[in-house]
C-alpha cells in the first residue's frame, strides 16, 4: 500500500507511505515506531478509513476499508472530551452519532469505567479530572462499541512519566481482558516493547516496514530487567535503521 499527498500545496508531490506489506493477526497488539514525519499516523489514518490509500488497500476482517467504520475505534493523542459532558455522557458518545440506543449501553459504558478504576466518576465533568483519568475516560469511549480494532495515535505522549507507565500497565490489562486487536503508534521503544507482541520500525520517509520485531517477554509486563534487555536490541537496530 502506498500513500502519496498531491503538490496543490506543495512543490512537488509528497510519497509518506511506499509499498506498506503489513498483516496484523486477530486480538495481536502491534507498535509502530519510527522518526516523525515517517507516516505512522498517516498509517492509522489508512486503516481507519479517514484517508484513502494511493495505491493497494487496507482490509479489516478480509473487507476492504472505504471509509469510517463502527467497529474500527481511533483514540487520539488527546482526549477531546466535551466539556460540559459528564464522564458517563462522555464514553457514550460515540452511541449518540451512530443514532443507536443509548439505554442499551450505559451498562456497558459503566463497566468499561470500572474496568479502567474509573468507578463512582460517572457524574464527573473533564475539569474536575487529571489528565490520566481524562485519557482513561477516552479510552472507554473507543471501546463503548466493542471494536474489532482500536487505533491508538501516541495516546500517553503529553502524560507524566509515571502515568505514562500506569497506563501502559492498565491497557496491557484492558487488552488481555477484552481481546481486541490493537495497533499503537509511540516514538517511545520503552513503551512499544512494554505493551507490544510486535514491533513494526518504519523507515525514515516514505515510510517503509524496515523491521518487526518479535515481544516474548511473558505478561503481564512491568518495567524491567527483560523489558530493558528486548528493548536495548531494539534501540541498536533502530540506529541501524535510521542512522
Not at 509518506?16 to 522518526?35: Q, Y
Request: aromatic share 4%; glycine share 8%; hydrophobic share 40%.
Amino acid at each position: 500500500m502506498t500513500k502519496v499527498f498531491d503538490g496543490r500545496r506543495r512543490a512537488d508531490p509528497l510519497v509518506a507511505l511506499d509499498g506498506i506489506d503489513l498483516t496484523v493477526d486477530t486480538n495481536e497488539f502491534v507498535t509502530l515506531i519510527g522518526r516523525s514525519g515517517c507516516g505512522k499516523s498517516t498509517l492509522l489514518r489508512l486503516i481507519a478509513g479517514l484517508l484513502p490509500p494511493s495505491a493497494g488497500s487496507v482490509l479489516v476482517d478480509g473487507v476492504p476499508v472505504t471509509g469510517p467504520r463502527r467497529d474500527v475505534s481511533f483514540m487520539f493523542q488527546q482526549p477531546a472530551l466535551l466539556p460540559w459532558r459528564s464522564v458517563l455522557a462522555n464514553v457514550l458518545l460515540p452511541i449518540e452519532i451512530f443514532g443507536l440506543d443509548q439505554r442499551s449501553y450505559k451498562n456497558h459504558a459503566i463497566e468499561l469505567l470500572d474496568l479502567v478504576g474509573m468507578k463512582g466518576f460517572e457524574k464527573r465533568l473533564p475539569r474536575e479530572l487529571s489528565g490520566g483519568m481524562r485519557q482513561r475516560v477516552s479510552l472507554c469511549r473507543s471501546l463503548i462499541q466493542s471494536p474489532t480494532v482500536m487505533l491508538m495515535d501516541e495516546p500517553f505522549s503529553a502524560l507524566d512519566a509515571l502515568t505514562r507507565t500506569e497506563l501502559s500497565e492498565e491497557l496491557q490489562r484492558v487488552h488481555r481482558e477484552l481481546e481486541t486487536t490493537v495497533v499503537f503508534v509511540t516514538h517511545s521503544i520503552d513503551e512499544a516493547v512494554l505493551l507490544a507482541d510486535r514491533v513494526v520500525v518504519l523507515s525514515p520517509r516514505p515510510g517503509r516496514v524496515r523491521s518487526i520485531v518479535d515481544v516474548s517477554v511473558p505478561r503481564p509486563r512491568v518495567p524491567g530487567v527483560e523489558v530493558a534487555k528486548v528493548a536495548d536490541e531494539l534501540h541498536e537496530l533502530f540506529r541501524g535503521v535510521h542512522g
